[in-house]
């Protein structure tokens, strides 16, 4: 590492001295000893035996020769993680005593357990080996103990300026009062460092600010609100080791001021440090968000597409260093998965809705295609194999998820209701595209419509809420406490349908006023080409002016939003309710969790501010249900929630329910979320099931074939129907014989449209022609999902088998690769490519051979359980796939071609060549039917060589097909005798 001396980053002149500080309490002397952790052992044996019968999780397996203290919860790690075993863990004891001493002590006084000390020893490890590290720990595992543990031993290793990140100035706190209790097991205790509070020297703000540099060393505390505003001065201390708490906060933010401020200390850090780790149970929604992540070491900032290239398959280590053959990956990659894959980034609506600007818009949406759940857990494990990552979770048995429908119809006013609303969102879109085109010079991107999405996903919301109250009724009726979860507090105007004004005396909803402000009124024409580009201004169209006055009128006429938290105090009482909004103090915010958890509220309502950081689970043995009452956009919120109500300590597990209304245009909304789920479980936990939504699953609309059951289904509808669309893709703009341009209905969209494109025109359909419609598109899904089109979308999740481990065998590959041949419990044998796959994934695709189409064969993941416990995980491959793949990697191996063994390998897929007569090319293969075929024998040709004496009546002419084939399988070893197996390298697999 080298020395921080060197570092280019100056000391900034004027810190106070050493005795501007208190001296530090360094006594951790006790009159009596801590008292160590106890462990319920029938409890902890009653849940791994839960977690061993789980698809989708197991036990962690600790790595540590010393077992002192289990966690208090069952820590779990995915079975499709847990097929990739880490790198051996070499440091197996801390240096730090104040460390080694909170290992093992009770969690009531700061101890640690024996899965956070083995992720701290993981991470020290990884600074020993030069790079920094990934904790995805879920919530509850203990992810704060961790980085004490690590401050603790950075301070013993004579680390002298620390830096931590974390969220907000509470958790700020919280850190502290943490990092004491685990070094003195109270949380006012000593500590031997100087805490630092960045926030509290406002004169450090700016370039050329200063911050405190004590003689002694000292822990430099920021929050992801004050980063920027404090990362000069923190720069300028040197800092040597970093731990970032709630990492989240800055993916996918790399050209804000947030995401500069991040950038720019990993520039000042990286060249003398390593000691950096990240800590976060949701790093990336997909793996292109992992990109902020630059204290890993596997790319260097900015060259992070060109380590993509190479993980998804589409570049090898000697192309890192050419960025045009980087780019030209990336894009081959889109063209291949894009028949497969889920993904999710930030969709080009969302990002309007929330007022983000374009920088920060992924560039597709979650229905389009990055990379499929199957290959982002691929990735994920080999980050663990390196050890650069590790991901775990409590074991969360007992925790139900499901839907609540609510049908809109049979709520009195639901349906006509929402077609007035959705009659005026359709003309405000078709106005805001008509008068758009008639301005050259300001093209509108679309705000328009994200604004009416959000009223429409609100209005959807409140026409359900009494429904989700009848739900929460019954909950408490049964004796338990509920946990409504909402989006946004909004409403139009409260003080309205309370004081019994007319409908017409209250305001436009804020969204559908600002959708309105945004059609175009002015009139401007481009003139000149050449550069000498000029416009023309018209003046004020007027019909565009008339057209904002008409909608503005019949937004006001429609029936306000009604303000939800009045809506649910008034239902249930003010008293019993404890609402946790940003309406609320922090302060006041805290009393009602409490006053919740001690049982004196019946109800807790949460929207955004209290979905992260607070705990509302059964403490007082009255069960939860949360009613998830609104989506979330983000998928990392969306889990936050959801862990609210379930967390270490807990006496019983919760009931989760997500209201849905049986409305088709609000599968956007679901289908989003659902899509994200799975990708935010695939590349934060390696599973895409782990985030335990699986009821979820009903809303996927993602990939090829649900895009292409869209058009045919628009296809098929009728024009009455057609007539709704408001989107440019089902549009185009025609001229009639008097001049006027209108918009008028295609026949089929255009080739780029995509589904969030569908599902946003059909949230503006009439509830019943939208129902219709989606229909219509289940119609045509169901058409084009035939045997090889399920077979693709099986190849978008991670396979799960049970079965034998029949034998594992090294390629001489580096990093290494092991090929596991496995028999599944239907018999087949197939292989398992375990290891680092994708940086070898060009070299194993060509030696697998094209797909029968002449494309690349799709790559298909497996998470194997054998009989005896071990779990394998990798990429699948066919016996005869296997066999070539060794070849590829110089392993000559000859073949056993006794018959028997010809045989079998016929019966895993190999294809086998024969001693053909001449240079004929003859290779046996088995079909389907259980006939073993001679490919590449003809007839007409080789009629004499296949009817000589001992082969006569073994070999039969099939005209359907035009094929020669055994007349049984008890004829091949006289087969065999006379053209006998080639034991040589082994010829590409044939199209079958």
């Given at each position: 590492?080298?020395?921080?001396?060197?570092?280019?980053?100056?000391?900034?002149?004027?810190?106070?001295?050493?005795?501007?500080?208190p001296?530090?309490n360094?006594d951790?002397?006790?009159?009596?000893p801590?008292p160590?952790?106890?462990?319920?052992?029938?409890?902890d044996?009653?849940?791994r035996g839960?977690?061993?019968?789980?698809?989708?999780?197991?036990?962690?397996?600790?790595?540590?020769t010393?077992?002192?203290?289990?966690?208090?919860?069952?820590?779990?790690e995915?079975r499709?993680?847990?097929g990739?075993?880490?790198?051996p863990?070499?440091?197996?004891r801390?240096?730090?005593?104040?460390?080694?001493?909170?290992?093992?002590?009770?969690?009531?006084?700061?101890g640690?357990?024996?899965?956070?000390?083995?992720?701290?020893?993981r991470?020290?490890?990884?600074?020993?080996?030069?790079?920094g590290?990934?904790?995805?720990?879920d919530?509850?595992?203990?992810k704060?103990?961790?980085?004490?543990?690590?401050?603790?031993e950075?301070l013993?290793?004579g680390?002298?300026?620390?830096?931590?990140?974390?969220k907000?100035?509470?958790?700020?706190?919280?850190?502290?009062?943490?990092f004491?209790?685990?070094?003195?097991?109270?949380?006012?205790?000593?500590?031997?460092?100087?805490f630092?509070?960045v926030?509290?020297?406002?004169e450090?703000?700016?370039?050329g600010?200063?911050?405190?540099?004590?003689?002694?060393?000292?822990?430099?505390?920021?929050?992801a609100?004050?980063?920027?505003d404090?990362?000069?001065a923190?720069?300028?201390?040197r800092p040597?080791?970093?731990?970032?708490?709630?990492?989240?906060?800055?993916?996918?933010?790399?050209?804000?001021?947030?995401?500069?401020?991040w950038?720019?200390?990993?520039?000042?850090?990286?060249p003398?440090?390593?000691?950096?780790?990240y800590?976060?149970?949701?790093?990336?929604?997909?793996?292109?968000?992992?990109?902020?992540?630059?204290?890993?070491?596997l790319?260097r900032i900015?060259?992070?597409?060109?380590?993509?290239?190479?993980?998804?398959?589409?570049?090898t280590?000697?192309?890192?260093e050419?960025p045009?053959?980087?780019?030209?990956?990336?894009?081959?990659?889109v063209?291949?998965?894009?028949?497969?894959?889920?993904?999710a980034?930030?969709?080009?609506?969302?990002?309007?809705?929330?007022?983000k600007r374009?920088?920060?818009?992924?560039?597709?949406?979650?229905?389009?295609?990055r990379?499929?759940?199957a290959e982002?857990?691929?990735?994920?494990?080999?980050?663990?194999?390196?050890?650069?990552?590790?991901?775990?979770?409590?074991?969360?048995?007992?925790?139900?998820?499901e839907?609540?429908?609510?049908?809109?119809?049979?709520?009195?006013?639901?349906?006509?209701r929402?077609?007035?609303?959705?009659?005026?969102?359709r003309?405000?879109?078709?106005?805001a595209?008509?008068?758009?085109a008639?301005?050259a010079r300001?093209?509108?991107?679309?705000?328009?419509?994200?604004?009416?999405?959000g009223?429409?996903?609100?209005?959807?919301?409140?026409l359900?809420?009494?429904?989700?109250?009848?739900?929460?009724d019954?909950?408490?009726?049964?004796?338990?406490?509920?946990?409504?979860?909402?989006?946004?507090?909004?409403?139009?105007?409260?003080?309205?349908?309370?004081?019994?004004?007319d409908?017409?005396?209250?305001?436009?909803?804020?969204?559908?006023?600002?959708?309105?402000?945004?059609?175009?009124?002015?009139?401007?024409?481009?003139?000149?080409?050449?550069?000498?580009?000029?416009?023309?201004?018209?003046?004020?169209i007027?019909?565009?002016?008339?057209?904002?006055e008409?909608?503005?009128?019949?937004?006001?006429?429609?029936?306000p939003?009604?303000d939800?938290?009045h809506?649910?105090e008034?239902?249930?009482?003010?008293?019993?309710?404890?609402?946790?909004?940003?309406?609320?103090?922090?302060?006041?915010?805290a009393?009602?969790m409490?006053?919740?958890?001690?049982?004196?509220?019946?109800?807790?309502l949460?929207?955004?501010?209290?979905?992260?950081?607070?705990?509302?689970?059964?403490?007082?043995?009255r069960p939860?249900?949360?009613?998830?009452a609104?989506?979330?956009?983000?998928?990392?919120l969306f889990k936050q929630?959801?862990?609210?109500?379930?967390?270490?300590?807990?006496?019983?597990?919760?009931?989760?329910?997500?209201?849905?209304?049986?409305a088709?245009?609000?599968?956007?909304?679901?289908?989003t979320?659902?899509?994200?789920?799975?990708?935010?479980?695939a590349?934060?936990?390696?599973?895409?099931?782990?985030t335990?939504?699986?009821?979820?699953?009903?809303f996927?609309?993602?990939?090829?074939?649900?895009?292409?059951?869209m058009?045919?289904?628009?296809?098929?509808?009728?024009?009455?129907?057609?007539?709704?669309f408001?989107?440019?893709?089902?549009?185009?703009?025609?001229?009639?014989?008097d001049g006027?341009?209108?918009w008028?209905?295609?026949r089929?969209?255009?080739?780029?449209?995509?589904?969030r494109?569908?599902?946003?025109?059909?949230l503006m359909?009439p509830?019943?022609v939208?129902?219709?419609?989606?229909?219509?598109?289940e119609?045509?899904?169901?058409?084009?999902?035939?045997a090889?089109t399920?077979?693709?979308?099986a190849?978008?999740?991670?396979?799960?088998?049970?079965?034998t481990?029949?034998?594992?065998?090294?390629?001489?590959?580096?990093?290494p690769?092991?090929?596991?041949?496995?028999?599944n419990e239907?018999?087949?044998?197939r292989?398992?490519?375990?290891?680092?796959?994708?940086?070898?994934?060009?070299?194993?695709?060509?030696a697998?051979?094209?797909?029968?189409?002449?494309?690349p064969?799709?790559?298909?993941?497996l998470?194997?359980?054998?009989?005896?416990?071990?779990?394998?995980?990798?990429?699948?491959?066919?016996?005869?796939?296997?066999?070539?793949v060794?070849?590829?990697?110089?392993?000559?191996?000859?073949?056993?071609?006794?018959?028997?063994?010809?045989?079998?390998?016929?019966?895993?897929?190999?294809?086998?060549?024969?001693?053909?007569?001449?240079?004929?090319?003859?290779?046996?293969?088995?079909?389907?039917?259980?006939?073993?075929?001679?490919?590449?024998?003809?007839?007409?040709?080789d009629?004499?060589?296949l009817?000589?004496p001992?082969?006569y009546?073994?070999?039969?002419?099939e005209?359907?097909g035009?094929?020669?084939?055994?007349?049984?399988?008890?004829?091949?070893?006289?087969?065999?005798?006379?053209?006998?197996?080639?034991?040589?390298?082994?010829a590409?697999?044939a199209?079958a």
């Amino acid at each position: 590492m080298a020395d921080p001396a060197d570092s280019p980053v100056e000391i900034a002149e004027g810190l106070p001295s050493a005795s501007a500080y208190p001296t530090l309490n360094l006594d951790f002397s006790s009159s009596e000893p801590l008292p160590r952790a106890e462990t319920d052992w029938e409890r902890d044996a009653a849940e791994r035996g839960e977690a061993a019968t789980s698809p989708v999780f197991t036990p962690f397996s600790l790595s540590i020769t010393e077992r002192r203290a289990p966690h208090p919860r069952l820590v779990v790690e995915t079975r499709s993680m847990a097929g990739m075993p880490p790198p051996p863990l070499v440091r197996q004891r801390f240096e730090s005593p104040l460390a080694d001493d909170a290992w093992g002590r009770s969690g009531l006084f700061g101890g640690a357990s024996d899965e956070q000390a083995e992720l701290a020893l993981r991470i020290l490890d990884g600074w020993d080996a030069g790079h920094g590290c990934l904790c995805a720990d879920d919530v509850g595992v203990g992810k704060s103990r961790e980085i004490a543990l690590l401050v603790l031993e950075a301070l013993e290793q004579g680390e002298r300026r620390i830096v931590v990140t974390t969220k907000n100035e509470n958790n700020v706190r919280d850190l502290e009062h943490e990092f004491r209790r685990v070094a003195s097991g109270h949380q006012h205790g000593p500590f031997p460092a100087q805490f630092i509070e960045v926030g509290a020297y406002r004169e450090a703000k700016g370039e050329g600010g200063v911050l405190p540099l004590p003689d002694g060393p000292a822990v430099y505390l920021a929050h992801a609100y004050n980063l920027a505003d404090f990362q000069p001065a923190i720069a300028a201390v040197r800092p040597t080791v970093w731990l970032a708490d709630e990492a989240h906060e800055f993916a996918n933010i790399a050209d804000s001021k947030r995401g500069m401020a991040w950038t720019a200390l990993h520039e000042a850090m990286l060249p003398c440090t390593s000691k950096l780790a990240y800590f976060t149970a949701t790093p990336a929604v997909t793996l292109d968000q992992l990109s902020y992540l630059y204290g890993l070491r596997l790319w260097r900032i900015g060259a992070f597409d060109s380590w993509i290239a190479r993980k998804t398959g589409k570049s090898t280590a000697d192309q890192d260093e050419n960025p045009g053959a980087a780019e030209e990956a990336v894009t081959a990659h889109v063209a291949e998965a894009a028949a497969l894959g889920d993904a999710a980034g930030v969709d080009a609506d969302q990002a309007a809705a929330s007022g983000k600007r374009r920088f920060m818009v992924r560039r597709n949406d979650a229905f389009t295609i990055r990379t499929t759940p199957a290959e982002a857990e691929q990735v994920m494990r080999e980050l663990k194999g390196s050890g650069h990552y590790l991901s775990r979770d409590l074991w969360r048995g007992g925790v139900s998820f499901e839907v609540e429908w609510i049908d809109l119809p049979e709520i009195p006013g639901a349906m006509e209701r929402y077609d007035r609303a959705a009659a005026v969102c359709r003309d405000l879109s078709l106005a805001a595209r008509q008068f758009g085109a008639m301005n050259a010079r300001v093209k509108t991107a679309g705000l328009d419509r994200a604004m009416i999405q959000g009223y429409l996903k609100q209005l959807l919301f409140d026409l359900r809420l009494d429904s989700v109250l009848a739900r929460a009724d019954r909950a408490i009726a049964a004796g338990r406490q509920v946990v409504i979860s909402i989006h946004s507090v909004a409403g139009d105007d409260e003080g309205t349908a309370a004081l019994g004004r007319d409908a017409q005396d209250h305001a436009v909803n804020r969204r559908l006023e600002s959708a309105i402000n945004r059609i175009n009124i002015r009139e401007i024409r481009k003139q000149g080409d050449d550069g000498e580009t000029s416009y023309v201004d018209l003046g004020d169209i007027p019909e565009a002016l008339l057209a904002r006055e008409e909608l503005r009128l019949r937004a006001r006429a429609l029936p306000p939003l009604r303000d939800p938290v009045h809506v649910i105090e008034q239902h249930f009482g003010a008293s019993r309710v404890a609402a946790i909004t940003g309406r609320i103090p922090a302060r006041l915010r805290a009393l009602r969790m409490g006053e919740f958890q001690a049982g004196g509220r019946d109800v807790a309502l949460i929207s955004r501010a209290g979905k992260v950081g607070l705990s509302l689970h059964d403490v007082n043995r009255r069960p939860r249900t949360m009613l998830v009452a609104d989506y979330e956009w983000s998928a990392d919120l969306f889990k936050q929630e959801l862990g609210r109500v379930d967390r270490t300590g807990q006496f019983t597990s919760p009931e989760i329910v997500l209201a849905a209304s049986v409305a088709a245009g609000e599968r956007k909304f679901a289908a989003t979320i659902a899509a994200r789920m799975a990708s935010l479980g695939a590349t934060c936990k390696g599973s895409a099931e782990s985030t335990g939504t699986d009821a979820l699953d009903q809303f996927d609309m993602s990939g090829g074939i649900a895009l292409e059951a869209m058009k045919n289904a628009v296809e098929r509808m009728d024009d009455e129907a057609r007539r709704y669309f408001t989107g440019s893709q089902f549009l185009e703009r025609q001229k009639t014989s008097d001049g006027a341009w209108i918009w008028t209905p295609k026949r089929r969209p255009d080739e780029g449209t995509q589904m969030r494109h569908f599902l946003l025109d059909l949230l503006m359909f009439p509830l019943a022609v939208a129902n219709r419609t989606l229909a219509l598109w289940e119609e045509e899904r169901e058409k084009l999902l035939t045997a090889d089109t399920i077979d693709a979308l099986a190849a978008r999740r991670t396979g799960r088998v049970r079965g034998t481990v029949l034998r594992e065998r090294a390629l001489p590959a580096s990093p290494p690769i092991v090929l596991v041949d496995v028999e599944n419990e239907d018999g087949e044998v197939r292989a398992i490519a375990r290891g680092f796959v994708t940086e070898h994934m060009v070299r194993i695709q060509g030696a697998r051979g094209p797909d029968t189409d002449g494309g690349p064969r799709t790559r298909r993941y497996l998470q194997f359980t054998a009989e005896d416990g071990r779990l394998v995980s990798g990429l699948d491959l066919s016996a005869s796939e296997a066999h070539r793949v060794r070849w590829a990697f110089g392993v000559h191996e000859r073949r056993d071609t006794s018959p028997r063994a010809v045989l079998e390998d016929l019966r895993v897929g190999e294809k086998i060549d024969v001693r053909s007569p001449g240079r004929l090319q003859w290779t046996l293969h088995l079909r389907r039917d259980g006939r073993i075929e001679i490919r590449g024998a003809k007839i007409s040709r080789d009629r004499d060589a296949l009817m000589r004496p001992g082969l006569y009546g073994a070999v039969r002419y099939e005209p359907l097909g035009n094929f020669l084939y055994l007349a049984s399988h008890e004829h091949l070893e006289g087969f065999l005798e006379i053209y006998p197996a080639v034991d040589g390298e082994p010829a590409l697999e044939a199209a079958a």
